[in-house]
Each structure stands twice: as structure tokens, then as C-alpha cells.
């Protein structure tokens, strides 16, 4: 996931992109992911996991990309917890948040001795148009879509406590907002673009032990961590989830806000090529990212478009946008160690195109 920095000037740059739609989980256009009943999606920070896999359904068309989906049951919520949301240290400072143990993370377990740090960034204090005020000052309308800004999350209704939302995955050690602009839920939207990876005739290149065709997808290494991510972003308010995915990967991975006009256009028609044809939505919900909270969270919407020919976005030359110091085309393989819950999002979408992982 790349999960966006928010200081970045260009989220300022792209309302031409932004759909005139009010987001609302119907207008998504996405296909949710099915769960298994009783049992709520939960990102891991294990190498892999018991992940069982339906046959996927057909194609559900957008108003910018035709998606499909499988049913995946996760491991149960109390065998998920959240990791890298409870990282000693918080990104970005010098913040060291109190540390919560396995057993303490969810809020049904009593522990008044928890005393968390509180800390929203200096940038997000400054009140950018990204970021909410601080609540007292204002009071968003949680569980719902509160004017062009959506606060439902992927998982249900969350609950709120003094005012303030909690998050649904339990304890992390800080309250506040953190990096995260928004109070709760902030969305984000990750495209997983791949290709199959070739020899010098074009046919596929098997591994030498999976002996399955080795998938290669664009990455990015972010500036703000150095760690390498998918090239995603946050959906802006009133914007559909599709619309997102396209700019993110084209700002991104090909820079196409600072290529000549002639460029530019040859990027979006090989990027809307890509981008009408089918996509498997790999993953839709909470997301163990860094930077979450007591009081705001990361959740994303994860799909996968696959270059089959090699005759779209593959033969386009990559290049960083803002947020990208690097980017390159990388072998999926389960040895990658990636930003947040990326690894897990390339097993799910190597497991569906049968490849390497």
C-alpha cells in the first residue's frame, strides 16, 4: 500500500480527476470481499496464512475498471492482531508509543494501567485541506458519509468513545491522529499493476523450484520510509475508488503530471487500456499500517491489473513521481518485504494468477 504523504503538494493537482459522486460504499463500483460468517478481515504481518480461495466470479464493470473478486476466509480476529500498528516507535518522530502486549490489544480486555501517548503531527495541526480539525473544534458525523467525506468502515460500524472513533483492530499504543489526517477510517486505494515476467522470445519464465511463471509488478520505493510499497494513495473526498486507483499509478509510477502533453497522452491511453480490462480486487478493509492510532486508522481497497500481453503498461518507461524516490518493475516472491501489508496483497494476487510465490 503505499499509504500516501499527505504533505505532498500534488494531492492539490488532481481535481481533475475527482468524480462529482459523494463516495458512499454503494457508488464504490468495487465488489466487496466475502467473508466467512463470524469472521471479520484482518491483515497479518506473517509471511503467509491460511487463506482458502473460491473460484472467482465474473467480471462486475466500473465507471473506469471491470473488477472481479473470490470469497476469502482470514484467520480469526483474536489470531490477526495487529503488528506494525503497535511499532515502538511512531513514523516520522520521535514518539515512543506505550507498549501494548498481545493479550491487551483488544478493548474488551480490561486494563486501566494503559496510559497511551498522545500525538497528531505538527503537519496535520496546520489544518491542511486533507486533514479534519481537531474534534471539539468540529463534530464529524462517524459511521456514514459526512458531507463529501466518507467515515463508514469496510469492517462495520466502529464504536466511539468520547467523542473520538476507536479502532476497530484494539490498542496501539498512541491516540490522536498521528500522520492520519482523518479522525477513524482514512481510505486509500492501492493498484497492483503485474506482468508476466518473459525471456528474450516472450515466453514465460518458470521457477526453478515453484516451477510456476514468475509475475512481476511495478513497486515503488517510498521517500518518507525508503521501504518499497505498491504505488497507492488516498481516495479524495467525493472521488470514486477507481478513479484513485488510475491517477495513483500514473502519478506515481510514470510521473505523468510532469511529462509533456504528447507524453501524457500516450500514458493514458496505454494506462486506460489496462485499467478496462478485468481487475481482481485482492482486498478490501483495515489495514495494519504504521501510522494508525487508538483513533485513526489506514483501510484500502487492493486490486490487481495484470498486463497479459505485455503490450500496455509494460512497454511504458517507469518513472517516480512525487512521493517515489525509485521505481521498478519486481519479482513477486514471498521473500519480498514490503511496506505495511503489501507482501500480503502480492500472495493473494500470485495465488490467483497461479504464479510463483
Request: glycine content about 8%; overall charge positive.
Amino acid at each position: 500500500m503505499r499509504v500516501p504523504n499527505y504533505g505532498m503538494v500534488h494531492l492539490l493537482l488532481r481535481r481533475n480527476w475527482i468524480g462529482s459522486i459523494r463516495i458512499a460504499l454503494t457508488l464504490f463500483g468495487l465488489p466487496f470481499t466475502v467473508c466467512s460468517s463470524g469472521v471479520r478481515p484482518a491483515i497479518s504481518c506473517a509471511p503467509s496464512h491460511p487463506f482458502r480461495f473460491t473460484k472467482a466470479i465474473s467480471p462486475t464493470s466500473t465507471s473506469c475498471c471491470k473488477l472481479y473478486t473470490t470469497s476469502v476466509r482470514t484467520m480469526p480476529s483474536a489470531a490477526a492482531l495487529h503488528v506494525k500498528s503497535r511499532s515502538a516507535q511512531y513514523p516520522g518522530s520521535k514518539i515512543k508509543r506505550f507498549s501494548v502486549p498481545d493479550d491487551k490489544v483488544d478493548w474488551s480486555q480490561k486494563w486501566p494501567q494503559y496510559n497511551p501517548v498522545n500525538y497528531t503531527d505538527p503537519a496535520v495541526l496546520k489544518k491542511p485541506v486533507w486533514a479534519d480539525p481537531e474534534i471539539g473544534v468540529f463534530a464529524p458525523k462517524f459511521n456514514t458519509v459526512d458531507g463529501a467525506v466518507d467515515r463508514t468502515g469496510f469492517e462495520g460500524t466502529y464504536k466511539i468513545e468520547n467523542g473520538k472513533p476507536l479502532n476497530p483492530h484494539g490498542r496501539t499504543g498512541v491516540t490522536g491522529r498521528g500522520l492520519l489526517g482523518r479522525w477513524g477510517p482514512n481510505h486509500a486505494a492501492d493498484p497492483i499493476v503485474t506482468r508476466w515476467k518473459v525471456d528474450a522470445k516472450g515466453a514465460k519464465i518458470l521457477h526453478s523450484v515453484s516451477k510456476r511463471p514468475i509475475l512481476q509488478f511495478v513497486a515503488i520505493k517510498r521517500k518518507d520510509c525508503g521501504e518499497w510499497a505498491i504505488p497507492g494513495g488516498m481516495v479524495d473526498p467525493g472521488e470514486q475508488v477507481s478513479l484513485t486507483l488510475q491517477r495513483e499509478f500514473s502519478e506515481e509510477a510514470l510521473n505523468s503530471l510532469s511529462v509533456p502533453p504528447a507524453e501524457r497522452a500516450k500514458i493514458h491511453e496505454r494506462i486506460n487500456k489496462l485499467f478496462k480490462s478485468p481487475g481482481f480486487q485482492v482486498y478490501k478493509g483495515y489495514v495494519d499500517d504504521p501510522r494508525n492510532t487508538d483513533n485513526a486508522w489506514m483501510e484500502t481497497v487492493a486490486v490487481n491489473f495484470h498486463d497479459e500481453s505485455g503490450n500496455s503498461v509494460s512497454e511504458l518507461r517507469l518513472q517516480a513521481g512525487d512521493d517515489a524516490g525509485q521505481v521498478k518493475w519486481v519479482d513477486v516472491d514471498s521473500s519480498c518485504a514490503l511496506y505495511a501489508s503489501h507482501s500480503h496483497f502480492l500472495e493473494l494476487a500470485a495465488k490467483e494468477r497461479k504464479a510463483h510465490w
